[in-house]
């Protein structure tokens, strides 16, 4: 009979979404995820309670939020260490370096040749076990993590960054030569614009494996602040709440993270078919 109350809300709300999905506007697509995540979230929290579910195995959104709420400072002080100093900055420079990597080897049919083997080979590599060599050479601090965003990212932007700037067909590049353009005017006026959509492509993609790769890294070895710190010491206490805490933290920030790269590049790539209404 416990089981009653759960199956009535899921039917419930499963029959609201599903008529609310017959009618295609702004409000209804803004509602019905909306309505499917508050469901989550109030069965989650009833299965707990009525099953008496220890909070060590699964804590209640209840207990989640109470935790959020009570270390605000905590988990600021954890976000600014992880996601702004090591994930954004090895993300920036990670991203940078491909994309100069890539422009260079547009240039040299022997760098293709030679370094996208190698860029594949090190993209290979496990970050558990590249993690702890670069904590080695560059310290317990951010410098460390975002050495480790740098490996995670290089790869993905720069083979999108490649096949970017390898997508003008050869009646487009004749068209410049005709205009007297040298590479880095063709360059610049043509194939760096039609290689953004396969740029944001790989900027999209590592948005989260920059957060995993600062995260991780910090499993193994950290000053007493950061995500990945805060989540194996309090594994350590049994204190799940916070560590579901820290979890949905990481989320909304990559969630973010991911729109706001989203954004720009509505911004930027408003005349590719992609992003045309």
Do not use: C
Not at 34 to 50: Q, S
Request: net charge positive; no cysteine.
């Amino acid at each position: 009979m416990t089981a009653l109350p759960i199956f009535a809300i899921w039917l419930g709300a499963w029959g609201l979404n599903v008529w609310l999905s017959r009618v295609d506007t702004q409000a209804t697509r803004i509602l019905v995820p909306l309505i499917f995540g508050a469901t989550i979230l109030i069965l989650w929290e009833m299965i707990v309670r009525i099953y008496n579910v220890p909070s060590v195995i699964l804590p209640a959104p209840s207990q989640i939020w109470a935790s959020l709420a009570g270390n605000t400072g905590l988990l600021w002080r954890d976000f600014v260490q992880t996601i702004l100093k090591g994930a954004l900055t090895g993300w920036v420079i990670g991203a940078l370096a491909a994309v100069a990597t890539a422009i260079a080897i547009d240039r040299s049919p022997f760098l293709q040749r030679g370094l996208l083997p190698i860029g594949n080979f090190v993209a290979a590599l496990p970050i558990v076990g590249i993690a702890p060599i670069l904590v080695m050479w560059f310290g317990f601090d951010w410098q460390s993590k975002a050495a480790v965003v740098v490996v995670m990212v290089f790869f993905p932007i720069l083979v999108n960054m490649v096949a970017g700037l390898a997508a003008t067909d050869a009646l487009q590049r004749d068209q410049m030569a005709t205009w007297s353009a040298g590479y880095w005017q063709s360059l610049l006026k043509l194939r760096l614009p039609a290689a953004l959509p396969f740029l944001f492509n790989g900027l999209k993609i590592t948005t989260t494996l920059a957060l995993i790769g600062a995260i991780v890294a910090e499993f193994f070895g950290s000053p007493t602040v950061g995500m990945g710190f805060r989540i194996s010491a309090a594994v350590g206490q049994l204190d799940m709440p916070l560590v579901w805490a820290e979890i949905v933290v990481a989320a909304l920030a990559g969630t973010a993270f991911y729109g706001i790269v989203a954004l720009i590049e509505r911004r930027l790539t408003f005349w590719h078919p992609s992003q045309r209404q």
